[in-house]
């Protein structure tokens, strides 16, 4: 108790929760939780952040919501350990389905379907089951889903952001142009989605590849 006493720094005590938690911990919740006023939460995640760039572990925080994840840095060696997780096991189903809502999220199973031109919802289930993306309702429709990359995701592929992704905003162009050819022709159309999606799950397996022998480096 007596070491309770002696307070620690407010970004201390939010790295602690972090961790403890292990999961999303939104902004307004850390302020009840420790008691603080939301800017100084959010002051003290800079700091945070700062104090953790050369650590093994970075502070990622997306959408209002703050966790723990894996240093940039080791991004080599955590693509390595879970290369097969995300190739091998999900195949090119769930790279594509990946690959989409990465660069096209928060997107509805509708939207993914016709990008993907074949029904999708398998590889959903099975990329929710794995933590690797997450379900959010539609704010303007209660009834409809939309997917985002999670957390997980983000950790899995060594990012602090989705901006991060390799070839992110021309990306996400391509994709958006896809939605507006909807009306378009159809067999054209799905010629231009096939090749987005092939550019698409290829950045995201080059997250593997690109810093393969960085380990090697040095030794």
Avoid: C
């Avoid at 999708?120 to 309702?137: A, T, Y």
């Avoid at 952001?161 to 159309?189: C, H, L, Q, T």
């Amino acid at each position: 108790m007596e070491q309770e006493k002696k307070i620690l720094p407010l970004d201390a005590r939010i790295e602690s929760l972090l961790f403890w938690k292990g999961e999303p911990v939104r902004v307004k919740k850390l302020s009840q939780i420790l008691n603080a006023e939301e800017k100084d939460i959010l002051q003290a995640l800079e700091t945070l952040k700062q104090k953790l760039e050369m650590r093994g572990i970075t502070l990622v925080f997306k959408d209002d919501e703050a966790m723990l994840g894996t240093a940039p840095q080791m991004s080599a060696t955590m693509e390595i350990l879970t290369k097969e997780e995300l190739v091998k096991d999900l195949g090119k189903a769930g790279l594509e389905t990946i690959s989409i809502i990465l660069y096209k999220g928060p997107i509805s199973r509708a939207e993914i379907d016709y990008i993907r031109g074949v029904q999708s919802n398998f590889i959903l289930r099975n990329l929710l089951v794995r933590g690797l993306i997450e379900k959010v309702v539609k704010p303007d429709d209660q009834r409809s889903f939309l997917y985002k990359p999670s957390f997980e995701l983000l950790s899995h592929l060594g990012l602090s952001k989705i901006e991060d992704v390799p070839e992110y905003e021309n990306m996400r162009k391509e994709f958006e142009a896809i939605n507006k050819e909807y009306s378009g022709d159809e067999e054209i159309v799905k010629g231009e989605a096939k090749d987005v999606l092939d550019e698409g799950s290829q950045n995201l397996e080059n997250t593997d590849k690109e810093y393969e022998d960085e380990p090697n480096k040095g030794n």
